[in-house]
T-cell receptor, first 117, second 114 residues
Framework: GAGVSQSPSNKVTEKGKDVELRCDPISGHTALYWYRQSLGQGLEFLIYFQGNSAPDKSGLPSDRFSAERTGGSVSTLTIQRTQQEDSAVYLC???????????????FGEGSRLTVL | AQSVSQHNHHVILSEAASLELGCNYSYGGTVNLFWYVQYPGQHLQLLLKYFSGDPLVKGIKGFEAEFIKSKFSFNLRKPSVQWSDTAEYFCAVNAGAAGNKLTFGGGTRVLVKP
């Protein structure tokens, strides 16, 4: 697609339920990122995928959070047993890699707004 | 670990006023620096970036930023703001050892009154 696509755009769930958020990056981009944007908190890094390398999971806040990237393209962020503090906008971004027309720019999707009741 | 600080959380200006947003980072090595902007209801987009060379970087919409290595700063400026500059602005740093992972500051909400 022309840009980074995320779904759903809005998700309301009950505390304790599991949710899955999807990201479809720009075609050809090898790097994919998940960030979380909470009100007044800026952007919090969650996880980073680069090609076939092991992902950098250093930003995942707890073991309830996990992400995978299938076939080097689409990624799914899963939150198990959601809590109210998980409410935020989850942003996905993709970028090219040094040596492949790299510009250093991350291209962001519109985000998935998660509300946990 | 690298970190980015934006000292102003909220800024309110009148049109034609000058804008300067502070950004400081903590990392001793080579860095790439970015400013992103998020207009109301829109996704984040790149405003400008610094990799190397001239420390005064010009971006879109009349914005510029100056990298001062000795101060670990990358402040954003615009001489005369417009109502359409109302947005949230994020400074970000990509340190060499961290690869492409960007660390963002907390953001500054700018409101330009017409």
């Amino acid at each position: 697609g022309a840009g980074v696509s995320q779904s759903p755009s809005n998700k309301v769930t009950e505390k304790g339920k599991d949710v899955e958020l999807r990201c479809d990056p720009i075609s050809g981009h090898t790097a994919l990122y998940w960030y979380r944007q909470s009100l007044g908190q800026g952007l919090e890094f969650l996880i980073y995928f680069q090609g076939n390398s092991a992902p950098d999971k250093s930003g995942l806040p707890s073991d309830r959070f996990s992400a995978e990237r299938t076939g080097g393209s689409v990624s799914t962020l899963t939150i198990q047993r959601t809590q109210q503090e998980d409410s935020a906008v989850y942003l996905c971004a993709s970028s090219s890699t040094p040596g492949q027309g790299y510009t250093g720019e991350l291209f962001f999707g519109e985000g998935s707004r998660l509300t946990v009741l | 670990a690298q970190s980015v600080s934006q000292h102003n959380h909220h800024v309110i200006l009148s049109e034609a006023a000058s804008l300067e947003l502070g950004c400081n980072y903590s990392y001793g090595g080579t860095v790439n620096l970015f400013w992103y902007v998020q207009y109301p209801g829109q996704h984040l987009q790149l405003l400008l970036k610094y990799f190397s060379g001239d420390p005064l970087v010009k971006g879109i919409k009349g914005f510029e930023a100056e990298f001062i290595k000795s101060k670990f700063s990358f402040n954003l400026r615009k001489p005369s703001v417009q109502w359409s500059d109302t947005a949230e602005y994020f400074c970000a740093v990509n340190a060499g050892a961290a690869g492409n992972k960007l660390t963002f500051g907390g953001g500054t909400r700018v409101l330009v009154k017409p």
